[in-house]
């Protein structure tokens, strides 16, 4: 014989079919994930941007210390030494 449930057996409000899973619990999930992730980025972008600020600074105080140098007509690598050339000899 067959296994046959029935509804009197199993109420409509018991297991999967609960109200639990209704539009204002979904609703309030939804919005709950959404703000977390919008908390989430917005600390992210915290922590990466001084980090960005200080490659950026870097960056332009590199650059104005060769601009510099080149302007004085010395290397851009302090390290080299230019021989200053020498007056001819008549």
């Given amino acids: 014989m067959p296994c046959q449930i029935t509804t ?3 109420p409509t ?3 999967a079919s609960s109200n639990l ?3 204002n ?3 309030t999930c939804g919005v709950l994930i959404g703000s977390s992730t919008v908390v989430a980025s917005v600390g992210m972008v915290a922590l990466t941007i001084p ?3 200080s490659l950026a600074a870097g960056a332009s ?8 140098r080149k302007s ?5 690598v302090p390290s080299i030494k230019v ?8």
């Fill in 21 to 23: 899973l209704n539009k």
């Fill in 8 to 10: 009197e057996e199993f």
């Fill in 51 to 53: 980090a960005q600020m």
């Fill in 61 to 68: 105080a590199g650059l104005i210390y060769l601009g510099d």
């Fill in 13 to 15: 409000h018991q297991g």
């Fill in 25 to 27: 619990t979904l609703t």
């Fill in 83 to 90: 021989e200053k050339p020498q007056p001819a000899e008549v």
């Fill in 72 to 76: 004085k007509g010395l290397p851009l």
